[in-house]
């Protein structure tokens, strides 16, 4: 018999010592992806924020993803997505993104947005996939090339 690893998607603090290699991976990983002024992603400080739903996947009680739902006037928006190298192919970033559309919904918005890079293809193959459609910058985002925005109605 074989022992089925266990995985759980909640809500927790971003600021907990197993989170931050996660946080650090995502930013040194967007790093050498876009120059500084086309990442996007938030600050712990700005991730502690009560306008945050933070939540963490863990495998076998270990930390492998983290994602949010960041609460904005009139829509959702879907920020720090990410899933460490060796949980990649396990579709935990699919069950992560399940939970955070749950919670924006829960929080009653019918629109989520996110902002991603184009050279992402594992994440725009997964929005995609999710139903997200390509639109203009939304919020406080601007024109980028390096950048797609999309949304979602649910």
């Known amino acids: 018999m074989t022992d089925t ?12 010592p197993d ?11 967007m790093a050498s992806l876009y120059p500084a002024e086309s990442n996007h992603g938030l600050s712990l400080a700005d991730l502690m924020k009560a306008s945050v739903s ?9 930390a492998v993803g983290c994602g949010a739902v960041v609460a904005k006037n009139g829509f959702a928006e879907l920020k720090r997505i990410y899933v460490s190298d060796h949980a990649r192919g396990l579709k935990i970033g699919r069950k992560i993104l399940d939970v955070l559309e749950a919670r924006a919904k829960e929080l009653g918005y019918d ?12 994440a725009l193959g997964l929005y995609r996939k999710a139903g997200y459609l390509e639109t203009g910058p939304f919020g406080g985002y601007r024109p980028d ?10």
């Open 54 to 62: 933070f939540f963490v996947a863990r495998r076998d009680g270990a």
């Open 145 to 154: 090339p390096l950048s797609l925005f999309m949304e979602k109605r649910v």
């Open 111 to 122: 629109r989520i947005c996110l902002e991603t890079g184009i050279s992402q293809p594992e």
């Open 5 to 16: 690893p266990s995985l759980s998607i909640v809500t927790e603090s971003p600021d907990q």
């Open 19 to 29: 989170v931050a290699p996660l946080l650090e991976a995502n930013n040194a990983y």
